[in-house]
């Protein structure tokens, strides 16, 4: 026998201890002492002392071979298991087999060793006095447990023999509608939903066999509403009876209802109650093989959109998509699919059909949506442009179905409003190639790839430089030079102008600061910076008073160009951010002014310090046209504002605009745009040259 005994961190128990120990519990007339051990893939006894082999009537040869299952007939195999636990003590009362056949009942504890491959097991009898106080304490426990069960709010079975409830508390029966009476016995059964019946009674005999398991299921209550559950079985075993189980229940009805409406509304438009473009794009991938065909694709954005928001507000706007998106279920065939993409804009999902079919179905769309709705004592007609796409050959993910989509939507509002439009490849080519230059002018941003040019900028009094404007380049390293006129727009585009322009900004103010440390008094003055429409906002003047921190530099080396279509967009909030970069001590300019179709009598109100006479009236000079030129330089003396003209490219015209009163000019014939350190070393070659 092998007996454990506790240790501390610096000290054993010394021999002599375990020794006496041992030596008590061998002679013991009161202590029935066995040990059990793992042989072979069965427990069998292995010794016993004089107290056990008495009361069993076993001698000590005979009862080295006996296997232990033997000495406890009414166990199975899985309640051997719980009394033979590796991990923990155990305790039952059984009637124990003796020698003669004749069953004793026992209280029997079971201990495991460290190793878990040997147990000692006591065996108490309950015929003596201490063990039917021992028995009337577990009664006791056993009571008291009941009464727990009975009133916990988790509803739970009982059952001491297979299927067969012995006992049910409250809060199932409150779960089901049913009373106890109704549920004893295999009553309870009734309650299991016939799709899931099948199912539990799997678990449960499993549950009987020793496992512990769960299945989902719903029971039907008596009032015929179903409730979504969890049952948890686990084993259980009454001495005398036999292999049993107790269940647990946990209703998850309400919980699975939240959780479909939160999926829902994840993937659903919360107005039109349409898929929204996740499950769009869930829906094209489930159905989407490469190389097949038969899937289809239809784009819609409704015209002229906007106008009803900004005439009649923006409830009629919702009014109207509501509207759309009932039409679009009406007209579609059973199975298509209709989602909200965002905004104005719909997409209908076909499966098997061509070419010809899809532009059928965006046909009778179109006819749909064209008819007349009242929407705040107005008849509208909400006409809608659509492009249709079917899967080919070319597409190799499903996303890129959808991207075709949108570009067929796009030649036809192109086109003309109210059409509709089947994808045409070319377009499809230049919208890829358009996507990949994109990603490239991203990275270029993000790598900081982007090149600053400097172009001197000069006062026509006494023809010295004043200042430079930067001008962003990109070179790039496969496609060569690209012009500003086509990543600029882009940039607008996609999204990329915020970081565009603050690349822009931060690299002129390092620059500024280089060419002061280089240069000292001969450094440029200022240095122009373009502005997109994009950026005017309540985040510019704080960006550019952290620029102009980070590098030590004052406001006032610094002016920001606006084009007056930017200001036009929201002339009250341009207002609002013009006068926190003036109030900042920045300078202000209009770049390409008379171009657009600004406020004559707004100017007159906007805090900015310079007008810019845009290249095409300089070139007219050319032509012996001076009119405009002249109108914007007279217009801005009368307003106090200086003016810088651009695209100066001969004497001539520099003499003319000297003339007509321009403060400043600009151009590839004066200077050319110049690299930082060129800039540096052309301004420093001015001032030696003046000296």
């Known amino acids: 026998m092998s007996v454990s005994m506790s240790t501390t961190e610096h000290h054993t128990v010394p021999p002599e201890i375990v020794s006496t120990v041992f030596y008590s519990a061998t002679v013991s007339e009161s202590l029935a002492i066995l040990v059990a051990e793992t042989i072979g893939g069965t427990q069998r006894l292995t010794w016993g002392n004089e107290s056990a082999l008495r009361l069993l009537g076993y001698g000590i040869e005979d009862l080295r071979v006996l296997p232990v299952g033997r000495l406890f007939p009414t166990l199975g195999g899985g309640e051997l298991k719980l009394l033979l636990r590796r991990e923990r003590a155990a305790r039952m009362t059984l009637p124990v087999r003796t020698a003669s056949g004749a069953d004793l009942e026992a209280v029997v504890v079971t201990t495991p060793s460290p190793g878990g491959r040997m147990w000692t097991v006591r065996l108490l009898s309950t015929a003596n006095e201490q063990e039917r106080a021992l028995r009337a304490t577990a009664d006791a426990h056993e009571r008291r447990f009941s009464a727990l069960t009975e009133r916990s709010p988790v509803p739970t079975l009982l059952s001491e023999q297979g299927m067969r409830l012995a006992h049910v508390n409250d809060a199932f029966c409150s779960l089901v509608g049913r009373r106890a009476e109704q549920l004893l016995g295999t009553g309870w059964i009734d309650t299991i939903h016939e799709d899931d019946l099948d199912g539990v009674i799997e678990r449960v005999a499993a549950a009987l066999e020793g496992d512990e398991v769960e299945i989902q299921a719903r029971l039907v209550r008596d009032d015929g509403t179903v409730r979504t559950t969890v049952i948890r079985f686990a084993h259980l075993f009454s001495p005398g009876v036999g292999a049993g189980f107790v269940g647990t229940i946990e209703d998850i009805t309400d919980r699975l209802a939240f959780e479909a409406r939160l999926a829902h509304q994840a993937n659903h438009d919360p107005l039109t109650g349409l898929p929204n473009r996740t499950l769009l794009a869930q829906y094209v991938a489930a159905r989407f093989v490469s190389g097949t065909s038969g899937l289809a694709c239809l784009f819609l954005d409704l015209d002229n959109f906007k106008v009803v928001n900004d005439s009649l507000g923006h409830t009629a706007g919702d009014e109207l998509l509501v509207e759309v998106a009932d039409r679009l279920r009406a007209t579609v065939r059973p199975g298509d699919l209709v989602a909200r993409f965002g905004g104005d804009e719909f997409v209908v999902v076909c499966e098997d059909v061509d070419e010809d079919a899809a532009v059928t179905l965006a046909g009778r769309v179109s006819d749909a949506l064209a008819q007349p709705m009242r929407l705040g004592g107005v008849d509208v007609r909400p006409y809608a442009s659509v492009g249709v796409t079917v899967q080919t050959a070319e597409h190799v993910m499903a996303e890129e179905l959808i991207r075709d989509c949108d570009i067929a939507m796009y030649q036809a509002k192109a086109g003309g409003k109210g059409r509709v439009t089947v994808l045409d490849q070319q377009a499809r080519a230049e919208a890829r190639e358009k996507l990949r230059l994109v990603a490239e002018l991203r990275d270029a941003i993000e790598g900081c790839e982007i090149s600053l040019y400097y172009q001197p900028i000069f006062g026509t009094q006494d023809g010295a430089p004043v200042a430079v404007e930067s001008l962003a380049r990109w070179n790039h390293r496969e496609r060569g030079a690209i012009s500003p006129a086509t990543f600029v727009p882009l940039a607008e585009e996609s999204g990329l102008i915020t970081g565009l322009g603050l690349l822009v900004l931060e690299e002129t103010c390092r620059q500024i600061a280089d060419w002061d440390h280089l240069l000292g008094p001969a450094a440029p003055p ?166």
């Open 526 to 691: 200022r240095a122009n910076v373009n502005v997109s429409a994009l950026q005017l906002d309540d985040n510019l003047p704080a960006q550019v008073a952290a620029a102009l921190e980070r590098h030590g530099l004052d406001p006032s080396r610094i002016s920001v160009e606006i084009t007056e279509s930017a200001l036009m967009k929201d002339p009250d909030s341009a207002r609002a951010v013009l006068q926190q970069l003036r109030d900042l001590g920045v300078e202000l300019a209009i770049d390409d002014f008379g171009t657009g179709y600004s406020s004559l009598a707004y100017l007159r109100h906007l805090p900015v310090d310079c007008l810019k006479v845009d290249r095409s009236f300089v070139a007219e000079l050319a032509d012996g046209h001076a009119e405009i030129a002249s109108a914007v330089i007279a217009l801005a003396g009368n307003l106090g504002l200086r003016t810088v003209a651009e695209g100066v490219e001969t004497v001539e015209q520099a003499e003319e605009l000297a003339r007509l009163g321009a403060t400043y000019l600009q151009g590839f014939s004066l200077a050319p745009p110049m690299t930082g350190g060129r800039t540096a070393a052309w301004f420093a070659a001015r001032s030696g040259e003046e000296r």
